[in-house]
Every structure is written in structure tokens, then in C-alpha cells.
Nanobody, 114 residues
Framework: VQLQACGGGLVQAGGSRRLTCAGSGTIFWSKAMSWYRQGPGNQRELVATIQMDGRTNYADSVKGRFTISRDNTKNTVYLQMNSLKPEDTAVYYC?????????WGQGTLVTVSS
């Protein structure tokens, strides 16, 4: 199982960014997929999850600002981030659990300047 994340970069506060994670090596449409992030000095935290049927859930800190979506035909999951804040600065990781094993993308850095 491989996950390839991209889309990070530098953005001003209030701006938007879309992250993309493309997967291979498993049947992604049948799996829940998630985005996590790890900010400076912080532990990795769950940002958003999308189930195989499209149901989503979000961390309270990003509700109303971030949207997770997926394209099963492309084995891809997205994270649309709007109204970004400096505290959203982090390395963002995509994640899938296959047979109880966690697989992670390589991480993509999002830096939000004030």
C-alpha cells in the first residue's frame, strides 16, 4: 500500500489550499481514509475521515472550514482547507487502515502566515 500526498505550501491566513492523496496497492473504495496533521511541538492529530459511503467527520478545530472528499475512480482523497489560520500550520498526512495496519503518506507541509 502506498500513499502519495501533495498540495502543501505557504499560504496567508484566510486563504485556501487543497491537499491531494493518491493511493495504490489496495482497494481504496472499500476503506475509510483520513487526514492527520502534526504541528510544531504537537502530537499527530486526526483532522478528518471519510468513510467508504461518503460519511465524514471532522476535528472540532476544522469544522466548517475543511472538507474531505474522495474520488474512488482515482483512489484519491482530498482535503479542501478554507479560512486557514496560523494554527493550521502543520505537516499533513493521509492515512488508510488495511487489515489493521496503518499506512501513511509521506506528509506535506502547510505553512499559514499571519
Amino acid at each position: 500500500v502506498q500513499l502519495q500526498a501533495c498540495g502543501g505550501g505557504l499560504v496567508q491566513a484566510g486563504g485556501s489550499r487543497r491537499l491531494t492523496c493518491a493511493g495504490s496497492g489496495t482497494i481504496f473504495w472499500s476503506k475509510a481514509m483520513s487526514w492527520y496533521r502534526q504541528g510544531p511541538g504537537n502530537q499527530r492529530e486526526l483532522v478528518a475521515t471519510i468513510q467508504m459511503d461518503g460519511r465524514t467527520n471532522y476535528a472540532d478545530s476544522v469544522k466548517g472550514r475543511f472538507t474531505i472528499s474522495r474520488d474512488n475512480t482515482k483512489n484519491t482523497v482530498y482535503l479542501q482547507m478554507n479560512s486557514l489560520k496560523p494554527e493550521d500550520t502543520a505537516v499533513y498526512y493521509c492515512n488508510v487502515v488495511v487489515n489493521r495496519a496503518n499506512y501513511w503518506g509521506q506528509g506535506t507541509l502547510v505553512t499559514v502566515s499571519s
